[in-house]
């Protein structure tokens, strides 16, 4: 019983031990494949006629600071009308962006569209009521 252990430790020995170095050795006499570099293509040579050229990157707009924006910027931004930048004049100032939502001036549905183009700077009007 026991030698026959012992046979079977080596016969699992042996495979793993051959394994590693057989694959080694296939992969050696393996002729070696050919290392391609992808060309560099410039995407106004490589458009042929009809095929559609790729979109131009279109530039964010600067975001509006909620803060001192006048209702006219605001109404500027996407998914703004001038409804909602008049509520958010009226509510002035804002620690940050996101009391837009908290203070019920947008919906969060809104806020989502309208986040990205949107700041809050610190007032410094005078007419800025102090913080306690």
Known sequence: MQSRAIHLFL???TL????PSAMAAAEASAPAKPVVAPLARSPDTTAKEGQAK?????????????????VEQLAKVPGLDKAHAMKIVAHRP???????????????TKYAEVKDYLVATPNTSPR???TK
């Open 94 to 108: 804002y620690p940050t962006r996101a009391w837009l939502v908290t203070q019920g001036i947008l919906s969060e």
């Open 54 to 70: 790729p979109a131009p990157k279109k530039n964010k707009p600067k975001p509006v600071d909620i803060n001192n924006a006048s």
């Open 16 to 19: 793993a031990l051959a394994s």
């Open 11 to 13: 016969t699992v020995a």
């Open 128 to 130: 800025a009521p102090a």
